[in-house]
């Protein structure tokens, strides 16, 4: 059996690519922090096909923490130098968000605080 399950935050927003053949695919690293060691993290490559590329590439940015649930891959390839290159990365199944973007969690806040503060107007004394 073959599969990983991660939950970290993203290092940088994701890129997405179309192929040759028209299928869409989305790069991203998580940096995922080890839990029975002292802070060492883990950065994981993660690529994500089709409409869970187009979800990611469109949704999430830089900071955001993802439930990544995919498979680990290592695949082979010759470099333009003539040396034999190994990848070792996740190919995502599912991805999950754990937290809002950071610029709606503002804007939500921003309300919520105006909501509150509008209340505090209406109160008679």
């Known amino acids: 059996m073959n599969s990983i399950n ?8 994701p890129e997405i ?6 299928k869409m695919v989305c790069t991203f690293t998580l940096a995922v922090e080890r839990p029975f ?3 060492e993290t883990d950065f994981i490559n993660i690529v994500a096909w089709g409409k869970t590329a187009e979800v990611v ?7 955001q923490r993802l439930l990544v649930e ?4 290592i695949r082979n390839y ?4 003539g040396n034999k290159r190994y990848v ?5 199944n599912s991805v999950e968000f754990i937290e809002k973007k950071e610029h709606e969690e503002k804007q939500s806040s921003m309300e919520s605080m105006g909501q509150t503060f509008d209340d ?3 109160i008679p004394f």
């Open 88 to 92: 070792t990365e996740v190919v995502a």
């Open 57 to 63: 590439g469109n949704y999430v940015q830089k900071g």
């Open 37 to 39: 060691a002292k802070k």
């Open 17 to 22: 690519k179309v192929t040759p053949s028209e």
């Open 70 to 73: 995919g498979r680990l891959q």
């Open 78 to 81: 010759v470099a333009k130098d």
């Open 6 to 13: 991660l939950l970290g935050r993203l290092v940088k927003d």
């Open 120 to 122: 505090a107007e209406s």
